[in-house]
T-cell receptor
Framework: KAGVTQTPRYLIKTRGQQVTLSCSPISGHRSVSWYQQTPGQGLQFLFEYFSETQRNKGNFPGRFSGRQFSNSRSEMNVSTLELGDSALYLC?????????????FGEGSRLTVL | DAKTTQPPSMDCAEGRAANLPCNHSTISGNEYVYWYRQIHSQGPQYIIHGLKNNETNEMASLIITEDRKSSTLILPHATLRDTAVYYCIVRLHGANSKLTFGKGITLSVRP
């Protein structure tokens, strides 16, 4: 079956702009989590959505937001982009929140802020 | 979630077993040990997880000490494609799906 799909794979923005990233989870998965990966901070948890509700949130400013739709697809938005937002943004899905077993990660969206 | 400690890097020869250690001395009784790996520029990939008993799947074996304060991931016959960053994560089931990644260990498999 199809894996986690993230779009776009690569994008370039300038400071002050906003960006929206999309994640389509594996069919049947209802939990979607987002992570930011940078060389300096490593992989950091952004937030998790389950049944269209945010279930958990990491330590990121309010410029980072997300949502989940009724078909479990999720989007995250970063407003007023800063240079430090340049990162690989990863989405992971699982059948349900807090479940045992693996989370399935997508290939990520690589954002460059100039 | 409990913190884990891993050495920054290690290497092994192709075809040999790779034994990746992890310390999690503050793990609580209901926290699981998970291993993920990340090959360059790809998303993390699940390898294995366990609670108390040793676990084995088609990718690896997980050995957890009796006191659960440390564990070892074993790749029985390492190949060049196993070169990656390996993350040992301690996770509580039930509350949410959050994974807390550390710096991981970089495994380099040499020909």
């Amino acid at each position: 079956k199809a894996g986690v799909t993230q779009t776009p794979r690569y994008l370039i923005k300038t400071r002050g702009q906003q960006v929206t990233l999309s994640c389509s989870p594996i069919s049947g998965h209802r939990s979607v989590s987002w992570y930011q990966q940078t060389p300096g901070q490593g992989l950091q948890f952004l937030f998790e959505y389950f049944s269209e509700t945010q279930r958990n949130k990491g330590n990121f400013p309010g410029r980072f937001s997300g949502r989940q739709f009724s078909n479990s697809r999720s989007e995250m938005n970063v407003s007023t982009l800063e240079l430090g937002d340049s990162a690989l943004y990863l989405c992971a899905s699982s059948v349900t929140t807090g479940a045992t077993g693996e989370l399935f990660f997508g290939e990520g969206s690589r954002l460059t802020v100039l | 979630d409990a913190k884990t400690t891993q050495p920054p890097s290690m290497d092994c020869a192709e075809g040999r077993a790779a034994n990746l250690p992890c310390n999690h001395s503050t793990i609580s009784g209901n926290e699981y040990v998970y291993w993920y790996r990340q090959i360059h520029s790809q998303g993390p990939q699940y390898i294995i997880h366990g609670l108390k008993n040793n676990e084995t799947n088609e990718m690896a074996s997980l050995i957890i000490t009796e006191d659960r304060k440390s564990s070892t991931l074993i790749l029985p016959h390492a190949t060049l494609r196993d070169t990656a960053v390996y993350y040992c994560i301690v996770r509580l089931h039930g509350a949410n799906s959050k994974l807390t990644f550390g710096k991981g260990i970089t495994l380099s498999v040499r020909p």
